[in-house]
Nanobody, 126 residues
Framework: QVQLVESGGGLVQAGGSLRLSCAAS????????MGWFRQAPGKEREFVAAINWSGSNTYYADSMKGRFTISRDNAKKTVYLQMNSLKPEDTAVYYC???????????????????WGQGTQVTVSS
């Protein structure tokens, strides 16, 4: 079982930066793929970024490439999402998610991730 707690959200002006953190519990963190998703009001949840268990592979939605960076610290059981050059359209609740240990599948699909955090609000003002 993995429990996830996000933090770091808040209000920021367009062009600004935020770093989200997701702290995990459980003994299997170093063997799971971690993902970030977001959901804006009235919209479906969408993929943001993912990182494999070792950190050697990262994946991004096209609209986030070059602006967002996902990383992880397995010793701290934490995954991060550094968000730069934020835009008002980045406003959403951001969720982190964890796969099963060594779970394979499409990292951009929410179905890969059985474990989810409660979300953290990011609001970007224009």
């Amino acid at each position: 079982q993995v429990q996830l707690v996000e933090s770091g959200g808040g209000l920021v002006q367009a062009g600004g930066s935020l770093r989200l953190s997701c702290a995990a519990s459980g003994r299997t963190f170093s063997s799971v793929t971690m993902g970030w998703f977001r959901q804006a009001p009235g919209k479906e949840r969408e993929f943001v970024a993912a990182i494999n268990w070792s950190g050697s592979n990262t994946y991004y939605a096209d609209s986030m490439k070059g602006r967002f960076t996902i990383s992880r610290d397995n010793a701290k059981k934490t995954v991060y999402l550094q968000m730069n050059s934020l835009k008002p359209e980045d406003t959403a609740v951001y969720y982190c998610a964890a796969s099963l240990p060594y779970g394979g599948g499409v990292v951009r699909s929410a179905t890969l991730y059985p474990y989810w955090g409660q979300g953290t609000q990011v609001t970007v003002s224009s």
